[in-house]
Nanobody, 114 residues
Framework: QVQLVESGGGLVQPGGSLRLSCAAS????????MGWYRQAPGKQRELVAR???????NYADAVKGRFTVSRYYANNTVYLQMNDLKPEDTAVYYC????????WGQGTQVTVSS
């Protein structure tokens, strides 16, 4: 099992940017696809971005054009660059494989508010 630790969240104004990091305790090389998920209050957790071992990416319509996912095997880390943030992006963000076969980390809170 890979342990996942998310970081980089915070409070940001609408239109701002944040870069989230997901550090894995073990190698992520063998994981076919890694994803970033988010869960807003009262809503189900949803997949917002994924990246395959080959580097192909997919995004939820709500974040397409604003978020960019990347992964670096050298340090077993997956990143999520979030630009032009909107209040509706407010949520706890998690990373996991896609499908999410590993234990969930604690996530990192992103709050977009003026």
């Amino acid at each position: 099992q890979v342990q996942l630790v998310e970081s980089g969240g915070g409070l940001v104004q609408p239109g701002g940017s944040l870069r989230l990091s997901c550090a894995a305790s073990g190698s992520i090389f063998s994981i076919n696809a890694m994803g970033w998920y988010r869960q807003a209050p009262g809503k189900q957790r949803e997949l917002v971005a994924r990246i395959t071992r080959g580097g192909s990416t997919n995004y939820a319509d709500a974040v397409k054009g604003r978020f960019t996912v990347s992964r670096y095997y050298a340090n077993n880390t997956v990143y999520l660059q979030m630009n032009d943030l909107k209040p509706e992006d407010t949520a706890v963000y998690y990373c996991n494989a896609d499908p999410p076969v590993h234990a969930w980390g604690q996530g990192t809170q992103v709050t977009v508010s003026s």
